[in-house]
């Protein structure tokens, strides 16, 4: 299971690099008047208050793996706030998609490109090296959070990079007789990021329901299934039914079996066996397992 303590140190230099960047893209879009910087500015306010959240569920994960009141543990804290950031990214996607098209319909944007250009370049450089490091640091933990936090990354650097792309475009275009599409290049470059953008936090919040709503993943039912296939065959189950679910980073798998007359009497260290088996082949490293195994003789209590 990854390491709470090391998900918290990742998440926390991702909210300073997220309120250093959006400081800069609030003030850099005032002085330049570009849309598409105000958005990366707001992006990047946005993307801090989700790590923060996300930080808090790790602290509560940590500190409180379970309680009376919380007997399952804390784990399904972690898809709702997976869906409520999705959700705010695709709503935020969602206005400034709607003030660019606003924008191109009432004849563009003017700005000032130098300081626009200087700025998209230093902030696709910072992001991309805060990528980098968050990306690298997870590959030891993998963490859904830390690995929702990269992707967030990765997107602002996309964001920076097509801004500044576009800039250098706009430079050029200045002195030429495309000069009159120059105003456009800011509303029109916003409005294609957001296309492209948009679906990443819509797959977000599509997976996280499928856990918050408890739904069986079909490669763990098929593994589950499998499995018990295979031990029917070797002690003579006579039935069997197994239910299981992904929530965050906990496994939950209940398995009822019907044991033959044959193994009426075989005794509880032999049934811990079996269950051993089962532990060995679900377990995932990156998951918390929670099991249980009950063993029975009459159908009713499957």
């Not at 140190?9 to 849309?35: N, V």
């Not at 968050?134 to 801004?163: F, H």
């Not at 679910?245 to 007359?261: A, H, K, N, Q, S």
């Amino acid at each position: 299971m990854p390491s709470t303590q090391r998900e918290q140190q990742l998440l926390r230099r991702s909210i300073y690099g997220a309120l250093g960047i959006s400081c800069l893209s609030i003030t850099f879009g005032f002085i330049t008047g570009s849309r598409s910087i105000m958005f990366d500015g707001m992006y990047a306010i946005l993307d801090a208050t989700l790590s923060g959240l996300a930080l808090f569920v790790l602290r509560l994960i940590g500190q409180n793996p379970s309680s009376r009141r919380f007997q399952y543990g804390f784990w399904h804290v972690e898809p709702l706030v997976l869906v409520f950031n999705g959700s705010l990214l695709l709503l935020l996607c969602l206005y400034a998609f709607i003030n660019a098209i606003q924008s191109l319909l009432g004849g563009g944007n003017h700005f000032e490109l130098g300081w626009a250009i200087a700025y998209a370049f230093s902030i696709t450089v910072i992001c991309f090296a805060i990528f980098l490091k968050q990306k690298n640091a997870n590959k030891g933990i993998s963490s859904p959070l830390v690995e929702l936090d990269v992707r967030g990354w990765m997107i602002s650097t996309a964001i920076s990079a097509a801004i500044f792309v576009a800039f250098i475009l706009a430079w050029f275009l200045q002195d030429t007789r495309f000069a009159y599409l120059v105003p456009y290049v800011d509303s029109m470059i916003l409005a294609v990021l957001i296309l492209f953008v948009m679906p990443m936090p819509a797959k977000i919040i599509f997976n996280a329901i499928k856990e918050v709503l408890m739904m069986t993943p079909a490669a763990l039912d098929k593994k589950v299934e499998e499995l018990m296939q295979q031990l029917s065959r070797e002690y003579g189950f006579i039935k069997y039914s197994h239910y299981e679910t992904r929530i965050g980073r906990g496994l939950f798998l209940e398995i009822y079996v019907v044991l033959p007359e044959s193994m009426e009497h075989i005794g509880i260290s032999q049934l811990d066996l079996i269950r051993e088996r089962i532990v060995q082949v679900i377990k995932d490293p990156e998951l918390d397992l929670w099991i249980s195994v009950s063993f029975c003789r009459h159908e009713k209590w499957l």
